[in-house]
């Protein structure tokens, strides 16, 4: 039986979703403004970058973005006749299909990365002591860690 959490920890659970969707929209208007690309392109350009093959599958990419499943496919198709990303089918799987950066999307990559590390700096960083980042890093890996644990064990009894 769950109980309910106190108005307190409500407030605290409240403030992060507000702090994310806050400090997300912040980002997203700055990478819009100095690169005209949204803060999703710009986290699928780093995701297939830091894949260290500049691919991915699709089902993977969308396990790795910030953006939902479902929409995934519509913005790879914005992103591909922009140019920034291509699709290779996958040898060892006909229904599988890659999401591939190219060169155009390195680029773009490169010259919207100081934006957004100079707005993870003004919107997050700035506000944040040394103590308090290296306690929220600790506190975000728990929960990280226990949700992770939590659809490992669901995916296990789903099969």
Same mark, same amino acid.
């Given at each position: =039986?769950?109980? @309910?959490?106190?108005?307190?920890?409500?407030?605290?659970?409240?403030?992060?979703?507000?702090? &994310?969707?806050?400090?997300?929209?912040?980002?997203?208007?700055?990478?819009?403004?100095?690169?005209?690309?949204?803060?999703?392109?710009?986290?699928?350009?780093?995701?297939?970058?830091?894949? $260290?093959?500049?691919?991915?599958?699709?089902?993977?990419?969308?396990?790795?973005?910030?953006?939902?499943?479902? $929409?995934? #496919? @519509?913005?790879?198709?914005? =992103?591909?006749?922009?140019?920034?990303?291509?699709?290779?089918?996958?040898?060892?799987?006909?229904?599988?299909?890659?999401?591939?950066?190219?060169?155009? $999307?390195?680029?773009?990559?490169?010259?919207?990365?100081?934006? &957004?590390?100079?707005?993870?700096?003004? &919107?997050?960083?700035?506000?944040?002591?040394?103590?308090?980042?290296?306690?929220? $890093?600790?506190?975000?890996?728990?929960?990280?860690?226990? #949700?992770?644990?939590?659809?490992?064990?669901?995916?296990?009894?789903?099969?």
């Amino acid at each position: =039986m769950t109980t @309910r959490p106190d108005s307190a920890r409500l407030d605290v659970f409240g403030r992060f979703l507000r702090a &994310h969707q806050q400090v997300s929209e912040a980002l997203n208007r700055n990478l819009l403004q100095e690169r005209g690309i949204s803060l999703p392109w710009y986290d699928v350009l780093l995701q297939l970058s830091a894949s $260290g093959e500049d691919r991915l599958r699709l089902q993977d990419l969308a396990d790795r973005v910030l953006y939902s499943r479902s $929409g995934l #496919t @519509r913005l790879i198709d914005r =992103m591909e006749k922009a140019g920034l990303v291509c699709r290779e089918p996958c040898a060892d799987d006909r229904r599988g299909t890659f999401a591939v950066l190219t060169p155009a $999307g390195k680029r773009e990559l490169r010259r919207a990365a100081p934006t &957004h590390l100079r707005g993870i700096e003004e &919107h997050f960083f700035s506000k944040l002591s040394e103590d308090e980042i290296a306690l929220l $890093g600790r506190a975000m890996g728990r929960v990280l860690e226990g #949700t992770r644990c939590a659809s490992q064990d669901l995916a296990g009894a789903v099969r």
